[in-house]
Structure formats: C-alpha cells, structure tokens
C-alpha cells in the first residue's frame, strides 16, 4: 500500500510559536506539496517540491517555510504561529511524470490560540 | 489564470439515484482529477483523465476538452457516497493544480 504520513493528526499551539509538521511518503515521489484546506475556500497551495532541496511558493505562502533534505520527507514550518494559521493541513505527492494520481495524507488539523 | 468552478455546491439525493456533478475550467489543461473526501477524512484520488471516459465500479468520469467541461457520475447512488467532492486541473509541468471548491452530496437512505 502506497502511504503519504503526517505526523500528526490534531495539533494544539500557543500563538508565537514554532510549529513543525512532517511528511513523510513511501512511493519515491519527486513533487510533494502542502495545502491548507478552510472552509468556503477549499484547498490552497502553500508550497511545493519538485525534487530534494528545491521548492517553489504557492498561492499563499506567507508565515510559511519548508524543507525538503531527503525525498521522502517535505516538512512545513510556521515560523511563529498566528491565529489566522488555524486549519488543515494536508500533504500530498505525486511521480513528475504527467498523469500520475495524487496521494494525500490524512490531515494534520492545526489550532493556534 | 486557470479558474475552476463546480455545480452545484450542495447536492441531496435518495439512494438509488444517479448523480452528476459538473466541473468547468478556463483554460486548456494537460489532466484533470477527481477527488472524494469524507467527513474529517482525508482525501482519496478517484480519477486523473486528459480525454474521453473512465470508469471504476458505480463512478464514471468524463471530459471534454473542447469544451473545458468534465463530469463525475454516481450510478445507484448509497449514503456512504456522501463526501465532498472536488475536481482539479493541472496544466503545466511543474504540476501544481487548481482546485475547485468542492460538491458536498449527501444520499440519503
């Protein structure tokens, strides 16, 4: 079975804080990318990956970051929470060949207060 | 910029009916996808398609290219395929996608 993790499922944060969120898939994937997902707005790219070390922003990328120093794993960073950071967050991969089907993780739900 | 926009937003059935759901796109792509979500799951790919029709058990995907118009029909509709589900295109090389903002159906018993 093929298996994009997150590390954690709920999260809970102080505003201010460094927040870490991990995935890790198991496909040798080149792309993976971070989404946060809020209700009326549907799925926003934040940032994604096209190979190790190499990232390019998303459509909302600010009071983000990431790293991508092996290929299996694409981590996001908050790098001092905010409120307006509250949401899902959602990883997926995919193979650089066109066509290849999205593999999401479950989810990390994310509450800064 | 590629736009994509899914009708209806909200959909009711009973179970047993056959449902579509619609999805538009502005611009030409190289593939679009369908994806199902349930109720605080995760998200499950369904189908990617670039032309023509797909079919995997009661869900049947179709597109149109000229058209920029794709399709997601569910024969003999059941409650468990309540979910959200959201369409998205991909144009480009680098593989970012554009997303719809979602159908939820609820098939009721």
């Known amino acids: 079975d093929v298996k994009v993790t997150q590390s954690s499922r709920y999260l809970v944060k102080r505003t201010g804080e460094k927040v870490f969120l991990e995935c890790v898939q198991d496909m040798d994937h080149e792309n993976m990318f971070w989404y946060r997902q809020d209700p009326g707005l549907g799925l926003r790219l934040i940032y994604f990956s096209y190979d190790v070390k190499m990232k390019e922003k998303g459509d909302i990328p600010e009071g983000y970051s990431v790293s991508r120093e092996k290929k299996e794993r694409f981590s996001l960073i908050l790098e001092s929470a905010s409120t307006n950071q509250t949401s899902m967050y959602l990883c997926a991969s995919t193979a650089v060949t066109q066509g290849e089907k999205l593999f999401f993780g479950s989810g990390t739900q994310l509450s800064v207060l | 910029k590629n736009e994509v926009e899914q009708s209806p937003q909200n959909l009711t059935a009973q179970e047993g009916e056959f449902i579509t759901i619609n999805c538009s796109y502005s611009?030409?792509?190289?593939?679009l996808h369908w994806l199902q979500q349930h109720p605080g799951g995760g998200i499950v790919s369904l189908f990617m398609l670039s032309s023509g029709k797909k079919k995997h058990g009661r869900l049947i995907a179709t597109i149109n290219i000229q058209e920029k118009h794709s399709s997601l029909h569910i024969t003999a509709s059941h409650p468990r395929d309540s979910a959200v589900y959201i369409c998205a295109s991909t144009g480009g090389s680098n593989y970012k996608l554009t997303f719809g903002k979602g159908t939820l159906l609820t098939v009721n018993p």
């Open positions: 611009v030409g792509i190289s593939a």
